[in-house]
């Protein structure tokens, strides 16, 4: 982790009290897809990260290299002339975080979509938990009694739902009773413009702690993808 690595270091600051936790789970991201120019413009020397300052170079039928274009994408964000980076579109797969975290990333409506596991069709039965960080407690004992309060009622949860199941109960009713703090997955299509719009939000320090950890790890891998459309998110010290 080369950036926000502090604020994660201190969020994860009790992760190893959670490992043995009942069905634990910690937040993972995987970039899978994103968009690459077609052959004949990649020849050309522009890569996902160039696309953006490619076309916007439309505007003027300008022409400039590959660094021009690293240059030009710069100059555009700080012109505040973005739709040009919704030429970028990446696909990650998110697994461990909470359907607590879910309901607030889906308030993102534009530029933004999501495919999640369903609860309807995929049985709860072996799910995980997502449990939270606590960082702002001091203390190990307190933490240590707090985790296993959440342990307790995940277990419980999981009890009713296995009460519930042998009654005939089906999935769609049965996760009714599911804690928010239950664990799910999903795929998310999300272009360089909008993406940059949940890390100005998400990496602030005002955002809640999970969405921010999620945040903090996307924002690391952007930037190893396509630095100049995310740099200047950067905070100082970050
Ligand atoms: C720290 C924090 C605390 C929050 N607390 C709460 C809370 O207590 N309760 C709560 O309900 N929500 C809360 N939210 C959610 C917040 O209100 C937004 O719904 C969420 O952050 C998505 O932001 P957005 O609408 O800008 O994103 P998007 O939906 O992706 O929209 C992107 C941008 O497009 C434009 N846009 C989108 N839709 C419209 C439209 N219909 N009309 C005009 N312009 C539009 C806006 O410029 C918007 O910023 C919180 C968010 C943060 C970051």
Same mark, same amino acid.
């Given at each position: 982790?080369?950036?926000?690595?502090?604020?994660?270091? %201190?969020?994860?600051?009790?992760?190893?009290?959670?490992?043995?936790?009942?069905?634990?789970?910690?937040?993972?991201?995987?970039?899978?897809?994103?968009?690459?120019?077609?052959?004949?413009?990649?020849?050309?020397?522009?890569?996902?990260?160039?696309?953006?300052?490619?076309?916007?170079? +439309?505007? =003027?039928?300008?022409?400039?290299?590959?660094?021009?274009?690293?240059?030009?994408?710069?100059?555009?964000?700080?012109?505040? =002339?973005?739709?040009?980076?919704?030429?970028? +579109? $990446?696909?990650?797969?998110?697994?461990?975080?909470?359907?607590?975290?879910?309901? +607030?990333?889906?308030? %993102?409506?534009?530029?933004?979509?999501?495919? $999640?596991?369903?609860?309807?069709?995929?049985?709860?039965?072996?799910?995980? $938990?997502?449990?939270?960080?606590?960082?702002?407690?001091?203390?190990?004992?307190?933490?240590?009694?707090?985790?296993?309060?959440?342990?307790?009622? =995940?277990? %419980?949860?999981?009890?009713?739902?296995?009460?519930?199941?042998?009654?005939?109960?089906?999935?769609?009713?049965?996760?009714?009773?599911?804690?928010?703090?239950?664990?799910?997955?999903?795929?998310?299509?999300?272009?360089?413009?909008?993406?940059? =719009? $949940?890390?100005?939000?998400?990496?602030?320090?005002?955002?809640?702690?999970?969405?921010?950890?999620?945040?903090?790890?996307?924002?690391?891998?952007?930037?190893?993808?396509?630095?100049?459309?995310?740099?200047?998110?950067?905070?100082?010290?970050?």
């Amino acid at each position: 982790m080369k950036y926000f690595a502090k604020e994660l270091e %201190h969020l994860e600051r009790w992760k190893g009290l959670r490992a043995d936790l009942f069905r634990n789970e910690e937040p993972a991201i995987r970039l899978i897809g994103m968009t690459t120019p077609t052959p004949e413009i990649a020849e050309l020397g522009v890569t996902t990260e160039t696309l953006p300052a490619y076309t916007a170079r +439309q505007s =003027h039928e300008s022409e400039g290299t590959y660094e021009d274009d690293l240059k030009l994408n710069r100059k555009l964000i700080s012109w505040e =002339h973005l739709t040009c980076l919704e030429a970028a +579109q $990446f696909v990650y797969y998110v697994t461990g975080v909470s359907k607590s975290l879910a309901g +607030q990333w889906t308030r %993102h409506r534009i530029g933004i979509g999501w495919t $999640f596991r369903s609860t309807r069709y995929v049985k709860a039965s072996k799910n995980m $938990f997502i449990y939270p960080a606590l960082e702002y407690l001091d203390s190990e004992d307190a933490v240590l009694a707090a985790l296993e309060v959440y342990q307790r009622e =995940h277990l %419980h949860a999981m009890d009713v739902y296995e009460e519930l199941k042998n009654m005939g109960v089906r999935n769609q009713e049965l996760r009714r009773l599911m804690p928010v703090g239950w664990s799910t997955a999903a795929y998310v299509y999300v272009n360089a413009r909008s993406l940059r =719009h $949940f890390f100005n939000l998400r990496l602030d320090k005002s955002a809640e702690w999970e969405i921010r950890r999620l945040a903090y790890l996307m924002f690391n891998d952007a930037m190893a993808t396509a630095p100049t459309l995310f740099e200047d998110l950067l905070t100082e010290g970050a």
